[in-house]
């Protein structure tokens, strides 16, 4: 068994769990394994356009940004495997289109496999290719489509 810390897996919770008192560079050299931002941070945080920001503490941002923050945060430890716990439950829907885009490019760029909690079929749709639907003790395992138009 792998011990947890050394598990290269990133986790994103709902309330984001940023640092209050420290600003969001330190936020992100804290995730880091050698205490600096890596260039393809840096990078994600200007094409997000969200490195003016650094100095700035988590309540001088919106909830928006906090959400993008905390998975860069994530990112940080060059997970091979993202988890986002219900991420964008503070959202308003521009943001939630915002953010998605913001993932798949990720995701895209990274090759890596992110694991979204959700409960909005909406974003599950507009996100994934395979879904695994829970309720209760049942689930139901297969494609976007055809899991989520069958019902438990």
């Known amino acids: 068994m792998v011990p947890a810390g050394k ?3 990133g986790f994103v919770f709902q309330d984001y ?3 209050p008192n420290m600003t969001i560079e330190r936020n992100l050299t804290y995730a880091s394994e050698d205490g600096k931002i890596a260039s393809n941070i840096l990078q994600l945080l200007e094409t997000l356009q969200l ?5 700035s503490y988590p309540s001088q941002l919106s909830g928006g940004q906090r959400q993008r923050i905390a ?8 997970p091979e495997l993202l988890l986002l716990d219900e991420p964008f439950s503070a959202l308003d829907d521009d943001s939630i289109r915002e953010l998605i885009t913001e993932i ?3 995701q895209q760029n990274l090759q890596m496999m992110i694991i979204v909690v959700s409960h909005r079929k909406d974003v599950i749709f507009e996100m994934a290719k395979e879904v695994v639907h829970m309720k209760g003790t049942e689930t139901v395992q297969g494609t976007t489509e ?5 019902s438990l």
Do not use: D, G, V, W
């Open 7 to 9: 598990r290269k897996m």
């Open 17 to 19: 769990n940023l640092f």
């Open 51 to 55: 490195k003016s920001l650094l100095s």
């Open 71 to 78: 998975i860069i945060r994530a990112l940080c430890q060059q």
């Open 104 to 106: 798949n490019y990720i």
């Open 146 to 150: 055809n899991t989520l138009s069958r």
